[in-house]
């Protein structure tokens, strides 16, 4: 699926670029940025513009700058997506992995909805729903373990839903609104702190033996089409180590 046009300033797009490149590893811990001087001539940009996206990686944490010498790739985990954030991936670029991502242990059914699961998507405790399970990797390990409920009647729509693979042709919510004609509206997010639990360190491939002492983020996601159908319901428990992280623009 093309993605959209990238109308995103200059300095965005070189910061993007090296955001990539840290990301999956091809450039290692250590590793030195061009200079600034040098980024300019390789972007065609002026020095101001790429002086603004190192300030942006410095910003973000994946680079320091040390004097006299340049600017130095860190090593640290990415921050955990929400499933907010992997819809804005899939609707500008087609996929919900982030930068370095990967995805697997793809598993999906049709069950009987848990009470949560049954209030958040307004629906009868023990009705059909699809759940879709995967996990989303980077170099580091678990990023996140994500689990989408949707209700059956979409899967009825849509048979790839139940299917146990990663779907083609763009994420369930695209695959969704393609069939109803009715786009995702609005979205409903919450994130939160839980104590680790044995379902949960199963679902991250934590060692029950030697459980974490600090709690897991869990974030939710609910997306609304706009014909007030609740169309899915996302749950995110965050890697070990994860935070979650967010970026906007502030209009002046």
Do not use: C
């Amino acid at each position: 699926m093309a993605g959209q046009a990238d109308n995103r300033a200059p300095y965005a797009k070189i910061a993007a670029h090296y955001t990539e490149l840290i990301a999956s590893g091809q450039l290692q811990p250590g590793t030195l940025l061009p200079s600034i001087k040098n980024l300019a001539e390789e972007w065609k940009v002026s020095t101001a513009t790429a002086e603004k996206a190192l300030r942006k990686l410095r910003n973000e944490g994946l680079v320091r700058g040390i004097h006299g010498i340049g600017t130095e790739v860190l090593d640290r985990p990415a921050s955990m997506s929400s499933g907010s954030q992997r819809q804005d991936r899939g609707r500008r670029t087609g996929s919900s992995w982030g930068q370095g991502e990967r995805s697997d242990s793809h598993e999906a059914a049709v069950v009987s909805a848990p009470a949560e699961v049954a209030q958040a998507l307004d629906i009868e405790p023990g009705s059909d729903v699809v759940r879709r399970s995967r996990v989303y990797r980077d170099r580091h390990g678990i990023v996140a373990h994500s689990t989408s409920w949707i209700p059956a009647r979409y899967g009825k729509l849509i048979p790839q839903l139940a299917a146990s693979e990663r779907l083609t042709g763009g994420t369930s919510l695209q695959l969704i609104t393609q069939v109803t004609g009715h786009p995702i509206s609005h979205r409903i997010d919450t994130a939160s702190a839980h104590l680790l639990t044995p379902e949960y360190a199963r679902l991250l491939e934590l060692d029950p033996d030697n459980p974490l002492s600090e709690p897991v983020v869990v974030m939710t996601a609910k997306f609304v089409d706009t014909e007030g159908n609740i169309v899915e319901y996302g749950v995110d428990l965050g890697g070990p180590g994860r935070t979650w992280r967010t970026e906007s623009e502030v209009s002046p």
